[in-house]
């Protein structure tokens, strides 16, 4: 039985995706599945091995993003009745480059060796994080990490998501936040909060390519990196403001860094993987 279900975000991008959906299968067939959402691509740009297209207007004209992908794409799995079948869920953007290994049997084996772990991500070749994650401190738990390749244990999913909340705006993130900045940050406390911690792992690493973004922003319809950046920025300020009466980034931060402490506290067991 196949344990992780990989869940590729795209958009108008149909060889790089299909690109990463061949690499996956060639390194870890026998342990996932592989599904990919298309996120308001033009028909003229689905990947050959499509299986949900978010296709109506709004979907079409603006695309998903990640956090109404993933919510979109999870609930997909339930509404089939396949989301029980497995144990893990590797969410990743097409513009996410792995090793030539077999990266996905590397992160199954952390969660088995972590009971608690309920976020992973591979670890960013140019994160300022890899300079920790050395030797047997490979993998870590973090209060904050990026969310384009996030590893997600099915039970952490199913104590923080409401199984009446069905819809691509409010499973797993909070799709208001359409652009997500901040959204890792809550999900990340809602781990901790809850008794699960989020790590990052050097055992597995990847990279982002934002050349795409860069070079592609009219063929994926979305906007050039530097305004996206600054919307993601504005727009996931008013949202923590409004939610949480945070006025920066910093105050999330330092919420999330609370319940992280706290959970140490908890399970002390876990102490030699606190950074």
Not at 61 to 85: D, H, M, P, W
């Amino acid at each position: 039985m196949k344990r992780v279900a990989t869940i590729i975000i795209n958009r108008n991008l149909p060889e790089i995706t299909n690109n990463l959906y061949d690499q996956i299968n060639k390194y870890d067939e026998n342990l996932t599945d592989i599904y990919v959402l298309e996120a308001g691509s033009d028909y003229s740009s689905l990947s050959k091995y499509v299986t949900w297209h978010a296709n109506w207007p709004e979907a079409m004209s603006k695309g998903l993003r990640y956090c109404r992908g993933v919510n979109f794409a999870l609930c997909k799995l339930i509404e089939n009745n396949t989301f029980e079948k497995y144990d893990a869920f590797f969410l990743i953007t097409n513009d996410t480059e792995l090793p030539a290994e077999n990266s996905i049997k590397k992160l199954i084996d952390i969660l088995d060796q972590h009971p608690r772990l309920g976020i992973l991500s591979p670890c960013g070749e140019n994160w300022g994080e890899k300079k920790l994650l050395q030797g047997k401190n490979s993998t870590l738990y973090f209060w904050f990490i990026h969310n384009n390749a996030y590893f997600l244990r099915k039970e952490f999913i199913l104590d923080v998501c409401r199984p009446n909340k069905l819809n691509y705006q409010e499973f797993l993130f909070d799709g208001s936040n359409f652009r997500g900045y901040g959204t890792e940050s809550e999900l990340i406390a809602k781990a901790f909060i809850n008794d699960w911690a989020a790590g990052i792992t050097s055992e597995v690493l990847h990279r982002q390519n934002n050349s795409h973004i860069l070079q592609k922003a009219d063929l994926i319809k979305t906007d050039p990196l530097h305004k996206s950046l600054k919307l993601a920025e504005k727009e996931g300020a008013e949202w923590m403001f409004n939610k949480y009466g945070f006025r920066n980034k910093w105050d999330m931060h330092k919420y999330v860094k609370c319940f992280y402490d706290k959970f140490f506290d908890y399970y002390p067991e876990y102490r030699k993987y606190k950074i």
